[in-house]
């Protein structure tokens, strides 16, 4: 059984940083395709940013073009999402997922989530 977990979250000031990491326990999944998502308090789930399981190939929402970069470390078998010049509509539950495709069709696997706050 795997399990995405993500770490990472928290509260800060607009304009300010934060990282968010994905680490798979259960078995590494270096050719998966690997995606962030948020979920905003009244919204629906929305894309944010994916990587190719190469690393090779990235995607991100327009909302975080320019601010937000994804990378992977396969070694370490973990994603990260760089978040900078953050704003207070980035205020959501930010969740990793894992599909084996790129471009992904289906997420095969989801995190529970990390809170990210940020304050105006």
């Known amino acids: 059984q795997v399990q995405l977990v993500e770490s990472g979250g928290g509260l800060v000031q607009a304009g300010g940083s934060l990282r968010l990491s994905c680490a798979p326990s259960?078995?590494?999944?270096?050719?998966?395709?690997m995606g962030w998502f948020r979920q905003a308090p009244g919204k629906e789930r929305e894309f944010v940013a994916r990587i190719s399981g190469n690393g090779i190939f990235t995607n991100y929402a327009d909302s975080v073009k320019g601010r937000f970069t994804i990378s992977r470390d396969n070694a370490k078998n973990t994603a990260v999402l760089q978040m900078n010049s953050l704003k207070p509509e980035d205020t959501a539950v930010y969740y990793c997922a894992a599909s084996p495709n790129w471009p992904p069709r289906n997420y095969e696997y989801w995190g529970q989530g990390t809170r990210v706050t940020v304050s105006s």
């Open positions: 259960g078995r590494t999944l270096r050719t998966y395709t």
